[in-house]
């Protein structure tokens, strides 16, 4: 907050960061498709993005809607959701939009999102199956994506707890009384990339056998020293990577050089 009362914006540097970010997704997912498809699911986004601001928001319309203009559950949740908040953001900046109906927007997909994966059919973990757990630390207020995170790794297989604005003492106690094959940090900022690699630290000190640990999140567009990335076994927003260090025990990255070849 300013000293007038009023929400601070990002530079435009950094929102030029989170676009990049979010278009290089974008067009990701745009690869497989059709000109049609493709053209219809921005159609479909577009109209995502201006009902989640509506007051009378209503979930499952939502998602009856999408599926019926032709949106897969899979395409919504990576595509049209993280689409639809990025342009949120993107008016608040040239305020065209509030802070508060930007927060309102944001709630509503999540509440989509949340709909979806409450819809899946997730199997119990099974004894040879890996257990992941997500967390954004405490302050982040970039939590969609450690969410959207989640679902693709269940669709990948894999069972997985999220905790969302917990301490460092709170997930450190949790993983102490919970076994994980691999804790993944998502972090907007470079405090919460410190304070990530500190709960990292904390962990390692009191679990002989601890987890693999991993970080991502939009910080990463604008880099992360070197002492915190060496606290991780792997610093990228590559799930692919991530999913090949937590299957075969890749690589470990430690330095800027390695930091700028993964950092995809």
């Known amino acids: 907050m300013d000293d007038q009362g009023k929400t601070k914006k990002p530079p435009n540097w950094q929102q030029d960061h989170i676009n990049k970010l979010a278009k290089n997704a974008m067009t990701t997912a745009r690869s497989h ?33 999408l599926i019926s203009r032709g949106i ?8 049209c959701i993280p689409r639809a908040a990025c342009s949120h953001g993107d008016r608040w900046v040239s305020d065209t939009l509030s802070f508060s ?76 009384n919970n076994s994980y094959d691999a804790l993944l940090f998502s972090a907007g900022s470079e405090r919460i990339a410190q304070l990530s690699a500190q709960c990292v630290n904390k962990i390692r000190h009191i679990q002989k056998n601890s987890p693999k640990m991993f970080l991502g999140g939009s ?23 991530v999913i090949d260090e937590i299957e075969n025990n890749v690589i470990r990255v430690s330095s800027r050089v390695a930091l700028e070849r993964y950092n995809s």
């Open 33 to 65: 498709l059709n000109p049609d498809s493709s053209a219809r699911l921005n159609e479909a986004t577009d109209w995502l993005e201006a009902y989640s601001l509506k007051p009378d928001f209503d979930t499952n319309y939502a998602l009856r809607t």
């Open 72 to 79: 897969a559950e899979d395409i919504i949740v990576d595509y």
């Open 101 to 176: 109906e930007v927060s309102i927007g944001t709630v509503h997909l999540q509440m989509l999102l949340k709909t979806i994966t409450n819809n899946r059919k997730v199997d119990v973990r099974n004894e040879l199956g890996k257990c992941l757990l997500i967390t954004a630390l405490e302050d982040e207020q970039h939590t969609l994506g450690a969410l959207v995170l989640g679902d693709q790794m269940r669709r990948r297989g894999y069972s997985l707890k999220i905790l969302i604005n917990s301490s460092l003492n709170e997930v450190s106690r949790h993983l102490s």
């Open 219 to 241: 910080i990463l567009a604008f880099g992360v020293s070197e002492s915190v990335a060496s606290e991780f076994n792997l610093v990228t927003n590559n799930l692919d990577l």
